[in-house]
């Protein structure tokens, strides 16, 4: 009996001592992103904010539309709308033009 509670006690006292490694490695696993995780993401923020300036493109055009009928609180929202575009444009990246 003796000799099998000795067993378990080194073998727990393995596991008090390794523990901490393996939280440890498991908090920087968990801290540290991937460059294709980082990739993804960027790709995603890019396709969200690309999603937002067409939305804002679109609304600007009725917009303008009706600003031309006459509708003049339709020509104020445009002015705003414009300005919403312009502070998202230089976070999207111009594609080069195909050769």
Do not use: F, H
């Not at 396709?47 to 804002?56: A, P, T, V």
């Amino acid at each position: 009996m003796a000799l099998a509670l000795s067993g378990c006690l080194v073998r727990t006292a393995a596991d008090v001592v390794t523990a901490p490694v393996r939280v440890a490695s498991g908090a920087v696993d968990m801290a540290t992103t991937s460059q294709s995780e980082a990739d993804e993401k960027r790709g995603r923020e890019l396709r969200k904010r690309e999603e937002e300036l067409g939305k804002l493109e679109r609304r600007y055009a009725n917009e303008m539309r009706d600003c031309s009928d006459g509708d003049r609180r339709a020509c104020d929202k445009a002015r705003k709308t414009y300005g919403e575009m312009q502070v998202l444009l230089p976070s999207i990246p111009v594609e080069p033009e195909p050769r």
